[in-house]
């Protein structure tokens, strides 16, 4: 019963970090979603796989999240879809009707009793290709991070430009004021 | 009526991939469709466990979604990176701004 509650918890998290107004507030509720569903890996047993969904799901890509805005910045964009509303709700009852009609006759299924080998090694036995290319797709990871901290060869935008002028130049008014108060004294 | 693990996790499995898809669909912000990728992928390693659990093959299933955690950490640093230099360079995280690429 607390395995319901966790789930429907979660779907409830990941509605709320897709209508977040605040980017931030969306990277919040998805690092909720990550937590919720480690909770729910470690109840299913599966419980290597929740710590590292704890710590790289709900840890490293919030981490992630919050440095890309704190460096982009957060940014208002008008609330119109670019499909049809109608259309996005009906292809979304589309999508999880077909879901609901492939997968749920599978849970009627039996459970075989099923004697299977331990972790480590079907792990790096059993899929070894698969450790070689996490070991490449964390380079890969890597060469994307430098994407993220590339700042010199991307040229400001005009209006980022102007943004940081008229701030410099309230910064002066600022000081001449002070200056001039200061010498009034 | 008693549901059993794997039918909670189903029902789950179900709503996140669904309200990913709605994400995915509804978003204009590149950031919020990053989001919307990660809840979908959350429902797919949720349906990997649940598998495992179900078949009784929790091993394999294991090692399977760490494989899919790691894919999908490089394709949210990836997709951040890409949203961070079309910030930089349209100076906006909104999708319809990429149209300007069309010769």
């Known amino acids: 019963m607390s395995l319901l509650i966790l789930i429907v918890l979660t779907i409830i998290f ?69 499909l049809p509303k109608p259309l996005i709700w009906g292809l979304t009852a589309l999508y999880v009707a077909l879901l609901g009609i492939y997968l749920l006759p599978a849970s009627l299924a039996g459970v075989p009793a099923v004697v299977e080998a331990p972790l480590a090694e079907v792990l790096w036995e059993t899929r070894a290709l698969d450790m070689l290319v996490q070991v490449v797709l964390i380079f890969c990871g890597v060469l994307g991070l430098l994407g993220i901290l590339g700042e010199s060869q991307a040229p400001i935008t005009g209006t980022l430009a102007d943004e940081m002028i008229a701030r410099r130049e309230r910064e002066l008014a600022a000081m001449q004021q002070r200056a001039a108060g200061a010498g009034e004294d | 009526m008693q549901l059993s693990i794997w039918q909670m996790a189903l029902v789950g499995v179900i709503g996140l991939l669904g309200v990913g898809f709605y994400g995915l669909l509804i978003g204009r912000n590149l950031v919020k469709l990053i989001v919307a990728l990660q809840i979908l992928v959350k429902g797919a390693l949720l349906a990997l466990i649940a598998a495992g659990s179900a078949n009784g093959k929790m091993n394999l299933s294991q090692s399977l979604a760490m494989t899919v955690i790691v894919a999908d950490t490089v394709v949210a640093v990836m997709g951040m990176a890409l949203a961070v230099q079309v910030r930089r360079r349209l100076g906006t995280f909104d999708v319809k701004a990429l149209a300007s690429l069309r010769g």
Not at chain 1, 24 to 51: D, E, H, K, P, R
Request: glycine residues 8%; charged residues 5%; proline residues 0%.
């Open chain 1, 14 to 82: 990941a509605v709320l970090a897709i209508h977040a107004s605040r980017l931030l507030n969306a990277a919040l509720w998805l690092a909720g979603v990550s937590a919720l569903v480690s909770l729910i890996f470690y109840l299913m047993g599966a419980t290597q796989v929740a710590v590292i969904e704890l710590s790289v799901g709900a840890g490293l890509v919030t981490i992630l999240f919050v440095f890309a805005i704190s460096i982009a910045g957060e940014n208002e964009i008008e609330t119109t879809t670019v």
